[in-house]
T-cell receptor
Framework: ETGVTQTPRHLVMGMTNKKSLKCEQH?????MYWYKQSAKKPLELMFVYNFKEQTENNSVPSRFSPECPNSSHLFLHLHTLQPEDSALYLC?????????????????FGPGTRLLVL | TQLLEQSPQFLSIQEGENLTVYCNSSSVFSSLQWYRQEPGEGPVLLVTVVTGGEVKKLKRLTFQFGDARKDSSLHITAAQPGDTGLYLCAGTTSGTYKYIFGTGTRLKVLA
């Protein structure tokens, strides 16, 4: 138990569905991250929020829409996904920096949501 | 594009054996981390190395950062079934918080 929880743990959706992934951290952190882990590719950073402000969008398609209402919660809204979007989606958190820099912070990962797009 | 290659990709060994996993890149990293990920879980940080030539030990695990900070190795002594998992290295360059993750080594230790 790392203090980062993700729901649901598994999700099957059709290409026309809209769904959301939720991440919650109980560590008092201020930075949160979404990663995608596919079977044949390295872990890929998708989005970063620092003190609720989005600081990174790593060229992610618009069918993925993040939301960070507060420092403890992070959502990933999914809309009209493709089968190649099937993957494990991991959330992580770190201390964060009010000054804006996040260099070399230790990230704590949640267990992930296993997504299958049919 | 920065790339971290890990080798071997898969490794299956008997309990008690020793093994080494490698993480190589053509890029220089200001720090490098090793994670272990078990099935159904997210990666868990094992160690961070920041100085070229640095060696860190964590019980039966020995981590080394290359002198030129382009490569790293993880050595496990007397492997146990509990060491089974996906081992990931991740590096970051100076001035950025973004970690580039390696391709991973999937280790299975048989009892």
């Amino acid at each position: 138990e790392t203090g980062v929880t993700q729901t649901p743990r598994h999700l099957v959706m059709g290409m026309t569905n809209k769904k959301s992934l939720k991440c919650e951290q109980h560590l008092g952190h201020n930075a949160m991250y979404w990663y995608k882990q596919s079977a044949k590719k390295p872990l890929e950073l998708m989005f970063v929020y620092n003190f609720k402000e989005q600081t990174e969008n790593n060229s992610v398609p618009s069918r993925f829409s993040p939301e960070c209402p507060n420092s403890s919660h992070l959502f990933l809204h999914l809309h009209t996904l493709q089968p190649e979007d099937s993957a494990l989606y991991l959330c992580a958190s770190s201390f964060g920096s009010a000054a804006g820099g996040l260099a070399q912070e230790t990230q704590y990962f949640g267990p992930g949501t296993r997504l299958l797009v049919l | 594009t920065q790339l971290l290659e890990q080798s071997p990709q898969f490794l299956s060994i008997q309990e008690g054996e020793n093994l080494t996993v490698y993480c190589n890149s053509s890029s220089v990293f200001s720090s490098l981390q090793w994670y272990r990920q078990e099935p159904g879980e997210g990666p868990v940080l094992l160690v961070t190395v920041v100085t070229g030539g640095e060696v860190k030990k964590l019980k039966r695990l020995t981590f080394q950062f290359g002198d030129a900070r382009k490569d790293s190795s993880l050595h496990i002594t007397a492997a146990q079934p509990g060491d089974t998992g996906l081992y990931l290295c991740a590096g970051t360059t100076s001035g950025t918080y973004k970690y580039i993750f390696g391709t991973g080594t999937r280790l299975k230790v048989l009892a």
